[in-house]
Nanobody, 123 residues
């Protein structure tokens, strides 16, 4: 019912910047909490940034002060601006969106993941 498409990953040098996007589509009634996660090779997926429906943000210590999460509710899109990138930021990045979708007959909760986008930071 809800699809997420991520874009913006790539290869960047140490100290560079990237902006990831995650666009939601489908029969969306509302979008609530949104999170950006990452998973490095051999490591567990970790939450690095989150934003509530009211705009409150939280960040993992590892990215605080360098990454910024934002959302455009009209476009149903969430962004992750990543600055001062380090080699340890290399990972596959995933967006996670929670909300409600609707059909002609009902509304229901959804919890969807993007397909992942690779970010590689060279030293």
């Amino acid at each position: 019912q809800v699809q997420l498409v991520e874009s913006g990953g790539g290869l960047v040098q140490f100290g560079g910047s990237l902006r990831l996007s995650c666009a939601a589509s489908g029969s969306i009634f509302s979008i609530n909490d949104i999170g950006w996660y990452r998973q490095a090779p051999g490591k567990q997926r970790e939450l690095i940034a989150a934003i509530t429906s009211g705009g409150t943000t939280n960040y993992a210590d590892s990215v605080k002060g360098r990454f910024t999460i934002s959302r455009d509710n009209a476009k149903k899109t969430v962004y992750l601006q990543m600055n001062s990138l380090k080699p340890e930021d290399t990972a596959v990045y995933y967006c996670n969106v929670k909300g409600q979708y609707e059909t002609a007959k009902f509304r229901a909760d959804f919890d969807s993941w993007g397909q992942g986008t690779q970010v590689t930071v060279s030293s």
